[in-house]
């Protein structure tokens, strides 16, 4: 919709290194997608500790890599109360988090916080929020295993009308907004 051929990505900026007191941060820039990551340690003991049942439900007893990701109203031009976080912003946390964490090695020796504040959004910005958080870890120091970046796809196809799962024709869209 925007007029862009199938092989081009919008325009791309990176900043790292913008608040001297933090550990680590960086503003990632995807067209009109913009997240700022920032990154805080603390000692081991400060680790999320899941309650029983989620233990039981999720398997996942401590995490010491935490990411937060908040998509506030004026993000897509509105006004509007911040409330509690929604099912929206959990998920897509999520998707990052799951990006990120196999990147960080197991033997880290602090708990990591990263959070993800979208400044303004037209798409894509849990896979901006891998970029960004990618480039805000390398700052502070964190030796991940690799660079880490997301880019939302989707696809376009024509079914063949005797059979629908049969893709006649299909196009891949790279960076959707
Ligand atoms: C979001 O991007 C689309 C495609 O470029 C554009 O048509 C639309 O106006 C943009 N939205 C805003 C709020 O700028
Ligand atoms: C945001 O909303 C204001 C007020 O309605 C409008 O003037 C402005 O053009 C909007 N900006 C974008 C990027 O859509």
Request: with cysteine; hydrophobic share 35%.
């Amino acid at each position: 919709c925007d007029g862009r051929k199938l092989t081009e990505l919008r325009d791309i900026n990176c900043e790292v290194d913008l608040f001297k007191p933090l550990h680590g941060s960086a503003l990632f820039q995807r067209g009109q997608t913009q997240v700022l990551c920032n990154v805080a340690f603390d000692s081991l003991d400060s680790v999320f500790r899941a309650d029983p049942i989620s233990v039981i439900t999720g398997g996942l007893k401590e995490k010491n890599f935490m990411l937060h990701y908040e998509f506030p109203p004026y993000a897509t031009n509105e006004t509007g109360r911040s409330g509690p976080v929604g099912r929206r912003e959990i998920g897509h946390g999520a998707l990052a988090e799951k990006a990120l964490r196999p990147l960080i090695p197991s033997d880290f020796p602090f708990t990591i916080r990263l959070t993800s504040e979208v400044l303004e959004s037209n798409g894509s910005s849990s896979m901006a929020t891998v970029c960004g958080g990618s480039l805000a870890l390398m700052d502070s120091g964190v030796p991940l295993s690799s660079q880490a970046a997301g880019v939302a796809v989707g696809l376009m196809s024509q079914p063949d009308p005797k059979n629908s799962y049969e893709l006649q024709d299909y196009r891949i869209l790279t960076d959707i907004s």
